[in-house]
């Protein structure tokens, strides 16, 4: 019976080829590489070699120099049977190695085993059984059309592998591409950032001075001369102080915003009821006689930074403080909860509220739901409120609706217990 070595180093081709030459009455040998394969054939006689070409350890390439300098294999013939090198080059290349013949994938069974037969010896043809029989021809056709069929499917499945190690490739390649321009824009930013906050420090500190000069003779005036000017006098140097002590609100409001990005953090255990309880009968001594409903809600305690969360209840709270003065009974509202993995705290009133149309804008800087008529501010309290709950890396958002209050919500992650 006639010999065939079969070198693939896949499975499913190896499989293949074999089911097809073992119905036609050859003999099969298996190797999944081409030093397994020389191993192979220096140990027992054959009578011919169909090799793939991309391999480990030993390439078809190689295998075939390998069998043609070794003088007891040089006679045997050699078939690349590829479907990875499949250029004239290629084959130029393969026949120049010493192989008797380059074929491609896919070929149809019936031609494949005519190639074969082409190098079978008539001695080694003779010991093949008789298959006349109409069962054994109606096995080799069978066989025959399982193999077109095998043959094709694998085909289509390396070259849908091979597409999709492609598109990893360049997936991956256009995932670092990102990173790096990611991380550049990034740093961009950060810079940017600083030199903004540098120069509100810089600008802010600057104002200091000569504000607290206009303040300071403003009220030398208002105190020993303000009884020598007319009402229209009077009415100037008050707007001239109002205006001045609103300045200076903004300048302590823009230091605290710089200060936002370079003060380190130090997280501790902070007990949220007693924080809001404490912050609120500060911040109701600002507008005395007024009777404020305040409730509070059961809230987690948090690890943070105690100065910094301390000024968003400030500012919350004195938000709510502020837009409730037009109504006869206040209510404000503070609470929390465990949510996965973070905290969510609320700051809830019944105050004039807003348009949610305009809530995008809320928490960015020097932007206000009124005007300076209606209720006072800087349009810096949220922005710092977002500042300070973004380096913790929470998030902070509103709910509200025109004379029906509003409420702030913000998280906290949740940390490990602190050592």
Wanted: net charge negative; charged share 25%; hydrophobic share 40%.
């Amino acid at each position: 019976m006639t010999t065939v070595l079969i070198a693939d180093d896949v499975q499913e081709n190896r499989y293949l080829l074999e089911t097809l030459l073992k119905g036609n009455g050859y003999d099969v040998l298996l190797a999944e590489q081409g030093r397994q394969a020389l191993d192979i054939l220096r140990s027992q006689p054959v009578d011919l070699i169909i090799s793939d070409i991309l391999m480990p350890v030993m390439d078809g390439f190689t295998l075939c120099k390998e069998c043609k300098l070794d003088e007891a294999l040089a006679k045997v013939p050699f078939i690349f049977y590829t479907a990875t090198y499949t250029d004239a080059k290629d084959e130029k290349f393969a026949l120049s190695l010493g192989a008797d013949l380059f074929l491609i994938k896919p070929l149809q069974p019936e031609e494949l085993l005519k190639q074969v037969a082409k190098f079978v010896t008539d001695d080694a043809t003779a010991k093949r059984p008789n298959l006349l029989g109409e069962e054994m021809e109606f096995f080799r056709q069978h066989n025959a059309a399982l193999f077109g069929k095998l043959e094709e499917k694998m085909l289509e499945l390396e070259k849908e592998i091979a597409e999709r190690k492609r598109a990893e490739a360049l997936t991956h390649e256009l995932n670092l591409t990102l990173e790096e321009r990611i991380k550049e824009r990034t740093a961009e930013l950060e810079d940017t950032n600083r030199e903004l906050e540098a120069f509100a420090y810089s600008v802010s500190h600057d104002l200091r001075a000569p504000l607290q000069l206009v303040v300071g003779f403003g009220d030398l005036l208002s105190t020993h001369y303000s009884s020598q000017l007319d009402a229209k006098g009077q009415h100037f140097l008050e707007v001239i102080c109002s205006e001045a002590q609103h300045m200076g609100q903004l300048i302590n409001d823009l230091l605290t915003f710089s200060r936002m990005g370079k003060n380190a953090m130090q997280p501790e255990r902070l007990d949220m009821d007693v924080l809001f309880k404490t912050e609120f009968n500060a911040c109701s001594q600002w507008e005395p006689g007024r009777l404020i409903d305040f409730r509070v809600q059961p809230t987690p305690s948090t690890i943070a930074d105690h100065v910094s969360i301390r000024q968003v209840v400030i500012n919350l709270l004195s938000n709510a403080i502020k837009y409730t003065r037009p109504q006869e009974h206040a209510v404000i509202e503070v609470g929390g909860k465990a949510e996965g993995t973070e905290n969510v705290y609320w700051v809830k009133d019944n105050g004039v509220g807003f348009d949610m149309q305009n809530a995008q804008m809320l928490f960015d800087v020097f932007q206000r739901m009124h005007s300076q008529a209606q209720f006072e501010g800087t349009g810096l309290g949220l922005a710092i409120v977002r500042r300070i709950i973004q380096r913790h890396g929470g998030k902070v958002w509103a709910d509200s609706a025109i004379n029906a209050g509003t409420t702030i919500f913000f998280t906290i992650p949740c940390a490990r217990e602190m050592s």
